[in-house]
């Protein structure tokens, strides 16, 4: 899985964790990490860069890209569409330009308190 950063790793596997322990078809990214099923890859914010580096492997790749603003996010939905036409691939862009813009303001309030 290829994320932006340490950051993202970081969310992505707290909150599939917790997701998973209330819907257990969830998958749970640590534990996938863990066992050797899943390996992430923080790219840094230079996914182009990667695309070409892992194509190679002829493994399937899955790219989760922040959203980001104007002209960037034009840059990065053709990127996406570049990578989905690959075989095995796949890329999703964020509408936010985080992944930790997805938390709800009342639920940080709540780990603050």
Same mark, same amino acid.
């Given at each position: 899985?290829?994320?932006?950063?340490?950051?993202?790793?970081?969310? /992505?596997? +707290?909150?599939?964790? &917790?997701?998973?322990?209330?819907?257990?078809? =969830?998958?749970?990214? #640590?534990?996938? !990490? *863990?066992?050797?099923?899943?390996?992430?890859?923080?790219?840094?914010?230079?996914?182009?860069?990667? /695309?070409? +580096?892992?194509?190679? &492997?002829?493994?399937?790749?899955?790219?989760? =890209?922040?959203?980001? #603003?104007?002209? !960037? *996010?034009?840059?990065?939905?053709?990127?996406?569409?570049?990578?989905?036409?690959?075989?095995?691939?796949?890329?999703?862009?964020?509408?936010?330009?985080?992944?930790?813009?997805?938390?709800?303001?009342?639920?940080?309030?709540?780990?603050?308190?």
């Amino acid at each position: 899985m290829v994320v932006e950063g340490a950051h993202d790793i970081e969310f /992505l596997t +707290r909150i599939s964790t &917790l997701l998973h322990t209330a819907h257990p078809t =969830l998958p749970d990214l #640590a534990a996938m !990490e *863990r066992d050797r099923e899943l390996i992430f890859l923080p790219i840094g914010g230079h996914p182009r860069a990667w /695309l070409r +580096r892992l194509a190679p &492997l002829q493994l399937p790749e899955f790219y989760l =890209l922040d959203g980001e #603003a104007p002209p !960037e *996010r034009e840059q990065r939905e053709e990127l996406v569409a570049q990578i989905n036409r690959r075989m095995r691939c796949r890329a999703v862009l964020t509408r936010k330009r985080s992944l930790e813009n997805y938390l709800h303001p009342q639920a940080i309030q709540a780990v603050a308190d």
